[in-house]
């Protein structure tokens, strides 16, 4: 009997190994050998954040969309200026105000003491945190897909690109079309506004300029944001529960409430008025449609196998 100490691949069988690897799927028991512990602690961390601070939760969805949205979920979102070779997507304009870096940090470092190597990646995290955040502050579940990678690079001048608070209703419908997501979809996601708070500075034309807004809301908003200065003061997206998920901010969209000019386009005689209002009165449907939007967002230009890297830390490369 012959022994074989090792195996030789020819080319053309390493040829079909690495097409395997490359196109290797998500799975939602990605980790069940290698770190069988992470769901549970990713969540114990994103609760324990969120009970502190109601605002992580929001952090951590927008930081989800932000990453996914530019070259795909591949945490480059979180990859820090290192000139010539990483130039930061933390710099682009629509990230000056991203938050939540320092929890994805602590996570990372409570998930590889208990999973050493490391063996998860920092996008893996991303998308869990996201998840759990909007179960924590109420809202639906879904079965996060893992297994992605982590990028060895960034595009700044993408991030540049995130569908702005400015843009009219055929412009956000082509953003996300570019994507690869429908006015449907697109309505659903939007519903991650039902939490979080926005700076004057994107919404102070809205309140003064805007033909769409209800006359009282926006003398009410206007209180914390005058005509000059101010541009940093904040406000809640959903006035009604802004830490609780929920399709308030549809019903506000209908009363002409919307504190962003591109999330009230999204009612305004368009052809997704009757989305919105669907999810106003219904939402179960509201939930159903978001949980399936927000796996489809995942599932964007993801990295596995032999692409990319795990990062031991994740504001850098390895």
Known sequence: ????????????????????????????????SSCPSVLDIVKSNVRSAISRDKRQGAFLARMYFHDCFVQGCDASVLLDDNPPSIDSEKKARP?????????????????????????????????IAARDSIVEL??????????????RTADRNAAENLPSPFADLPELIKNFSDKGFTAK?????????????????????????????????ANERKSNCPSNGGDE??????????????????????????LL?????????????????????????????F????????????????SGEIRKNCRKIN
């Open 185 to 217: 979809e697109m309505v659903a996601l939007s519903g991650a506004h039902s939490i979080g708070m926005a700076r004057c500075v994107l919404f102070r034309d809205h309140l003064y300029n805007g033909t769409n807004l209800d006359v009282l809301v």
């Open 1 to 32: 009997m012959v022994t074989l100490s090792y195996l030789v691949l020819t080319p053309l069988a390493l040829i079909f190994l690495l097409l395997s690897i490359s196109d290797a799927q998500l799975s939602g028991s990605f980790y069940g």
């Open 261 to 289: 000019h591109s999330d009230q386009q999204l009612f305004s005689g368009g052809s997704v008025d009757d989305i919105v209002t669907t999810y106003s009165k219904d939402v179960d449907t509201f939930y159903t449609d």
């Open 95 to 127: 990230n000056g105000s991203l938050r939540g870096f320092e929890l994805i940090d602590k996570i990372k470092d409570s998930v590889d003491n208990a999973c050493p190597g490391p063996v998860v990646s920092c996008s893996d995290i991303i998308a």
């Open 233 to 258: 003061n904040v406000a809640s997206l959903d006035q009604q529960s802004p830490n609780r998920f929920g399709n308030n901010f549809y019903q506000a969209l209908v009363q002409r409430r919307g």
């Open 291 to 306: 949980a399936n939007a927000m796996i489809k967002l995942g599932n964007i230009n993801f990295l596995t196998g032999i």
């Open 138 to 151: 109420g809202g639906p579940s879904w079965t996060v897909l893992l297994g992605r990678r982590d990028a």
